[in-house]
């Protein structure tokens, strides 16, 4: 069963079966948690957050679509997903996004797929580290934590319209990169 596919996996945790269900949960956690701890920077949160994308995920399993993504980018935009409506519920937002080290943007990508050549994320990380630090901090502020170009604008006491336009030239730059990788 370890060696089965993340499609193989969601299948059977979406059925119920403990052993399958095990083993998906085993795969995940990890990811799911670190990234829930990135976000809400709380370990009990955290661990609250995962449990409820895990139960997000057994729910929700049967409408995962292989042609939107692989079953970790559905599973960890559920884990994100979740993370922010705790975060809002619990109003509290970051002042400033701290992304100026490579590990940071590790962090969010995942090492598993930074290191791998064929993982899907390590051409964004490798394209969010090339961006300036304000576009790529302003750009994670928005994607990563959910903040608006408004929240950023208040936490960071910089205009409106520049915060709209350091995203707008992060995801033009971003995008840009990204066409230009073979497939």
Known sequence: MWNASDEALLAGFGTGEGDVAQAFV???RARVFGLAL???RDRMVAQEVAQDTFLRAWRYAASY????GSVTAWLLRIARNVALDHLRTSQR????VAVESAEAIDDIAGD???LSPLGDLAV????L????A??????IAAAYYGMTAREISEAWDIPLGTVKTRLRLALAKLRDQLAEVPS
Do not use: C, K, N
């Not at 580290?129 to 300036?132: A, G, I, N, V, Y």
């Not at 304000?134 to 750009?139: E, F, H, V």
């Open 26 to 28: 085993r795969r995940f």
């Open 38 to 40: 990135t976000m809400t």
């Open 65 to 68: 679509d292989p042609r939107r």
């Open 93 to 96: 937002r970051l002042a400033r």
């Open 112 to 114: 598993a797929d930074v």
């Open 124 to 127: 964004v990380a490798e394209g």
């Open 129 to 132: 580290r090339s961006l300036p």
């Open 134 to 139: 304000d576009q790529r901090d302003a750009l």
